[in-house]
């Protein structure tokens, strides 16, 4: 006999299927079970279309009546793009409903969990919830703070490189690890790097992989406006670019990258630097939700410190590479003790290829 843990599981296991594509919305699955058959399952696909319920009741049809509901994410009670879920599943005929977390959006937030009950259906709440919680971090990020979820990538040596002192840094980690970055850009709205990046490597930042993935808005931190007319992230035909700048900038550069399809977002600025949390509600407003910051190394240390970065992704090459000037993944100014250190907790350690992966969050 399976277990509501089991099925619940399952149901995670369908919404994750859907991560990085349902943005501004959460990943969402669902699974009617009735005498232990599963006789419904659907995910929410895309934001604007169906939720996971609809297509799970849809599936289910009469079979609906007297099954059990396991559900990633408590039915919504809105009216938003779609109308609400909880009124589905009220209407529906199912006799218990297994929810694993509740909606953080304020338009919900418990509502629809009390709609159910109150329409006399048995419901049961947080099965496998910090599973939940995990799969949606970034949309309960983005309804509790607006602002994108922002997570730091580093490839760096054993000994905590990321470049030579010349800047040479192709490549510190193999390919297993570099396509899964690849597959991270698929999933993110936005990627933001440093002008500094910008003229040292004039790189693309647009997602290759074997299938035709999804670019990400490239966010270039530029506070002078040093972007080159024709660096690779000016030219806006494959993917989206946003500069953010300060008002010193000058306009007649800036109205020549627009002329180039450059989104300029002017974002007020501390001691001449932008500021960090202005600029991510700034982008949280321009559609942004989730960011993954690939540097380099100032930009880095800057959202470090200013407690902007929500999980760090750190891939550890078996390589020493020594030296006195070589670079590190979090510059920024140089600090006295140790007690200045921002502390982190590992959650997952794993082999990617030859390199290591290491998932970490702020504590
Ligand atoms: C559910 N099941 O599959 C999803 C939910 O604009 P709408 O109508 O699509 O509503 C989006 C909100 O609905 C979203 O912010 C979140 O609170 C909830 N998402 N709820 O019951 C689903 N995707
Ligand atoms: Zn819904």
């Not at 799970?56 to 809105?78: D, I, Q, R």
């Not at 074997?210 to 002078?224: A, C, E, L, T, Y």
């Not at 930009?299 to 760090?312: G, T």
Request: net charge neutral; glycine share 8%.
């Amino acid at each position: 006999m399976k277990t509501d843990q089991d099925f619940m599981r399952m149901a995670l296991d369908l919404a994750a299927t859907a991560k990085g594509k349902t943005n501004p919305n959460p990943v969402v699955g669902a699974i009617l079970v009735k005498d232990g058959v599963i006789v419904g399952s659907g995910i929410h696909r895309k934001a604007g279309e169906p939720h996971a319920e609809v297509h799970a009741f849809h599936m289910a049809g009469e079979h609906a009546k007297g099954a059990t509901l396991y559900v990633t994410l408590e039915p919504c009670s809105h009216f938003g793009k779609t109308p609400p879920c909880a009124n589905l599943v009220k209407d529906s005929g199912v006799k218990r409903v297994v929810v694993a977390t509740e909606d953080p959006n304020p338009a919900v937030g418990g509502k629809g969990i009390n709609l159910i009950k109150h329409a006399g259906i048995e419901v049961e709440v947080g099965v496998l919830k910090e599973e939940a919680l995990k799969l949606n971090e970034r949309f309960i990020h983005n309804m509790i703070y607006e602002m994108p979820f922002v997570i730091s990538k580093v490839a760096m040596t054993l000994d905590g490189k990321i470049a030579a002192y010349t800047g040479h840094s192709k490549w510190i980690t193999g390919e297993e690890a570099r396509r899964e970055v690849h597959e991270l850009r698929n999933e993110v709205d936005g990627i933001l790097v440093g002008v500094g990046t910008v003229l040292a490597d004039n790189p693309k930042l647009t997602t290759r992989l074997d299938f035709q993935g999804k670019n990400p808005v490239r966010i270039i931190m530029d506070s002078n406006l040093r972007t080159p007319l024709d660096a690779h992230v000016a030219d806006c035909i494959e993917a989206k670019t946003i500069i953010v700048t300060t008002k010193e900038r000058n306009d007649e550069k800036a109205k020549l990258l627009e002329e180039k399809g450059v989104k300029i977002l002017t974002v007020p600025s501390i001691n001449g630097k932008i500021a960090g949390d202005m600029t991510l509600k700034m982008l949280y407003k321009e559609g942004i939700t989730d960011i993954l910051l690939e540097g380099g190394s100032e930009i880095n240390a800057s959202f470090m410190r200013e407690n902007l970065i929500q999980k760090y992704l750190v891939y550890v090459a078996p390589k020493i590479l020594g030296g006195k000037s070589s670079y590190t993944p979090y510059r920024g100014e140089d600090v006295e003790t140790i007690n200045e250190a921002v502390h982190l907790r590992y959650t997952d350690v794993e082999k990617v290829g030859e390199d290591l992966k290491i998932t970490a969050y702020p504590l």
